[in-house]
């Protein structure tokens, strides 16, 4: 199976501070690559598919790149209600479709 | 409104059984293929199992091969996930999420239920 690893565990940032997150996945996923953001006692929302691709009502604030094992996702400028935890996860073929450990993102 | 609805968690024993349902509303429940995700208190997100839209394909992590079983009632809109053998470490929020396919070949879960909380303990 693919394993997912992301980093860092958790981050502690500013509001308006630059952030990136990296996905590395154990063998190449092309670019089958997701991600999710999941508040305190709410289901996971999809903010990227396709490694690149913003969902749609996602701010443009959120991008997302790379391709192969080596994945980033990039909050250009922390806004109060980005404070959350992070999971990348990968589709590529079939399942499992397994996720990242998570990178949680707090307040500085 | 596209909503998906989990009911069925609760308290069980080690050893015993739990069927889960997610009731699928706002959409065209028989297109779509399903996935169960987990998320035990204070950990990350676990991919469980998978069914198609059909219900012909299925797919189960091995943590829980063998003893959960996944189905879908096309007619009712729902899809179920029965739990036999239940252990501590199945403890967790249990999540119905809609598969989405874009281009062919990218897939992702789209729109998640709120979750039903199944805790394992004697």
């Known amino acids: 199976d693919i394993q997912m690893t992301q980093s860092p565990s958790s981050l502690s940032a500013s509001v308006g501070d630059r952030v990136t997150i990296t996905c590395r996945a154990s063998?190449?996923?092309?670019?089958?690559l997701n991600w999710y953001q999941q508040k305190p006692g709410k289901a996971p929302k999809l903010l990227i598919y396709a490694a690149s691709s913003l969902q749609s009502g996602v701010p443009s604030r959120f991008s997302g790149s790379g391709s192969g094992t080596d994945f980033t996702l990039t909050i250009s400028s922390l806004q109060p209600e980005d404070f959350a935890t992070y999971y990348c996860?990968?589709?590529?073929?079939?399942?499992?479709?397994?996720f990242g450990q998570g990178t949680k993102l707090e307040i500085k | 409104e596209v909503q998906l609805v989990e009911s069925g968690g609760g308290l069980v024993q080690p050893g015993g059984s739990l069927r889960l349902s997610c009731a699928a509303s706002g959409f065209t429940f028989s297109s779509y293929e399903m996935n169960w995700v987990r998320q035990a208190p204070g950990k990350g997100l676990e991919w469980v199992s998978y069914i198609s839209s059909s219900g012909n394909t299925i797919y189960y992590a091995d943590s829980v091969k063998g003893r959960f079983t996944i189905s879908r009632d096309n007619a009712k809109n729902s899809l179920y996930l029965q739990m036999n053998s239940l252990r501590a470490e199945d403890t967790a929020v249990y999540y119905c999420?809609?598969?989405?396919?874009?281009?062919?070949?990218?897939?992702?879960?789209?729109?998640w239920g709120k979750g039903t909380t199944v805790t394992v303990s004697s």
């Open positions: 999420a809609r598969k989405q396919i874009a281009e062919l070949y990218y897939y992702y879960m789209d729109v």
């Open positions: 063998q190449s996923i092309s670019n089958y």
């Open positions: 996860q990968q589709s590529y073929s079939t399942p499992p479709y397994t």
